[in-house]
């Protein structure tokens, strides 16, 4: 009895701060306000229906459903759900380092289930919660005045994450979507807080701003990581791009003082070094399988062996290496909406290939296991000297060509292996084509093979146009209102790096539609965060201190 009263509590608190949220946001734009309470009712009614008719396995739909109240078209939710529900019953949550998918996700989940009971329904509350919170920062960020003008990028920021239906439908599953991009929210909002970093002149009240946004920025980062530990990386490199380029932009502005340019730049490298530091707790072992093998070789030169050169070249190499292996499991899963790529060569070419890659990969890991061994036993004392340890011999790579025995029926998927550079750049030009065009308009124009579907690619079609609609619009709005941006550059260019390289990322890898239909929510996202460098709130020129009696100059 008790139990089952704290969750109704903390229920009834979760949707008080529902309703105050959506009042809070009314009260600086009607539109904004409204699209929000939309969206409420929308996310409600979609994600009751659908638990409803799967759960009572009711005759609407029955091929897509599945028992227990979920659905095929969002199948990773079940796996989600059980893995969550048995943290709870355990009464404890799963470390970052383990080897469950999204740990991070799941222990989230997992303690709001602690909080409001265990259920499938739990996760559409769960993102409902999230997405209220989102929409708050955005408005904040933005500070709308009631003024549709004005507010425009706002409102068409909002509108774009709120109506978008892959979103709108993955929201109603316990998927990690929405925490996803709630903490993307989060690291854009955190980087926004960091613009001090690069004025001439700051007071005590900025660097309480500038300790709020490196918590932020940190917390978004291992939350990421931890979800997924890829976009992690791409976050924390888009995060060295842009707080790089402040820097180098505040330090070819000579007007300001020297030593708080100094400041403000050892401030951004040590907020680098904390990212850094969440990512590699969230990543966990898929960090130690490519970045931290790499940089213990640099920290153990003496050990490793190698050049330095050769050191650092290995971690591009590595993630290469990575890609191209998850691709190659991507093309070979099958799935009735897998695409396939005919790139010219043979299926035995593409076999050879991959099984290259294996090759490579097992040979690395190999290497790896020695190099831990000899700084283990480095660290034991077992040896006299550092001489005295003999370094690894170096990973032996594969040959290009494997023998394929002339029997054997090699799969037409291993026509989509890409082989040559050329082959590996059509496939990034087929894959961002697949990210943003209709992908019914991509198989009548391009040599691309796509089964199945369940009668859902109209809708992936409408969801692609809805996404590019969306997009154009708010680049056009930060090229029409580029003036108001200033300061916020940093926000920009941070959104932008995240995006393009997401989707060069998911082109070439994702081969399954279904998945890349999901997923591309992480290319468009960012872009639609941006609104918020174009709030015409600008920023305080601040001036250098004057002496008693004398009058500031005008600004």
Request: a positive charge; proline letters at 5%; one cysteine or more.
């Amino acid at each position: 009895m008790v139990g089952q009263v704290s969750h109704i509590l903390v229920a009834l608190a979760a949707g008080w701060f529902i309703i105050a949220a959506y009042r809070w946001i009314r009260s600086r734009s009607a539109v904004v306000a409204a699209i929000v309470a939309a969206t409420i009712l929308g996310r409600l009614a979609l994600g009751l229906a659908l638990f409803w008719v799967s759960y009572l396995n009711l005759p609407i739909a029955r091929s897509l459903q599945v028992s227990g109240g979920f659905w095929q078209v969002a199948l990773d939710a079940t796996g989600y759900y059980q893995m969550a529900a048995r943290a709870v019953d355990a009464g404890r949550l799963f470390p970052l380092d383990h080897s469950v998918p999204a740990p991070f996700f799941i222990d989230t989940l997992a303690v709001w289930m602690m909080a409001v009971g265990v259920s499938p329904a739990s996760g559409m509350f769960l993102n409902l919660l999230l997405y209220v919170t989102l929409a708050v920062m955005v408005v904040w960020s933005f500070a709308p005045v009631n003024d549709i003008r004005r507010d425009l990028p706002c409102i068409v920021g909002v509108a774009a994450y709120s109506l978008s239906p892959v979103i709108l439908f993955h929201s109603s599953q316990p998927l990690k979507d929405e925490l996803s991009a709630f903490l993307l929210g989060l690291a854009c909002l955190g980087i926004t807080m960091l613009r001090p970093l690069f004025d001439q002149y700051r007071t005590a009240r900025d660097w309480w701003a500038v300790a709020g946004g490196t918590v932020a920025v940190t917390v978004a980062t291992l939350g990421t990581s931890g979800i997924r530990w890829y976009f992690g990386f791409v976050l924390w490199g888009a995060l060295v791009v842009a707080l790089g380029a402040g820097v180098v932009l505040a330090l070819l502005d000579r007007r300001g003082p020297r030593l708080a340019l100094l400041k403000g730049t050892a401030a951004a490298v040590l907020v680098l070094i904390a990212a850094f530091i969440a990512f590699r707790a969230g990543a966990g072992p898929f960090y130690r399988v490519v970045i931290g093998a790499n940089l213990d070789r640099l920290a153990m030169p003496h050990q490793t062996g190698g050049s330095f050169v050769g050191r650092i070249a290995a971690i591009p190499h590595d993630l290469l290496n990575m890609a191209q292996m998850a691709r190659t499991g991507f093309v070979m899963s099958g799935g009735g909406t897998n695409l396939v790529v005919p790139l010219g060569h043979d299926a035995t070419a593409g076999l050879n290939e991959s099984n290259r890659l294996i090759e490579t990969q097992h040979a690395t890991a190999a290497y790896r296991e020695a190099e831990a061994a000899v700084r283990a036993a480095s660290r034991r004392g077992s040896a006299t000297s550092h001489e005295a340890i003999a370094a690894p011999a170096s990973p032996v790579q594969p040959s290009q060509e494997s023998a394929t025995p002339a029997t054997l029926t090699v799969p037409d998927e291993y026509r989509a292996v890409p082989i040559t550079t050329q082959e590996h750049l059509q496939v990034v030009a087929t894959g961002i084509a697949i990210v943003f065009v209709p992908v019914s308009l991509v198989k009548a124009v391009a040599q691309v093979q796509i089964t199945g579907g369940r009668g859902l690619l109209s809708i992936a079609d409408l969801d692609t146009v809805f996404l590019d609609v969306m997009s154009l619009a708010v680049l056009i709005l930060l090229w029409k209102r580029r003036h108001m941006i200033g300061d916020r550059r940093v926000l920009v260019l941070f959104g932008l790096v995240v995006a393009a390289t997401t989707a060069v990322l998911l082109g070439y890898v994702v081969t399954n539609f279904g998945t890349l239909w999901r997923m591309r929510s992480l290319v468009a996202v960012p872009l639609w965060l941006l609104v918020s460098a174009l709030s015409p709130r600008r920023a305080i020129r601040r001036q250098p201190p004057t002496a008693p009696g004398q009058v500031p100059a005008a600004t």
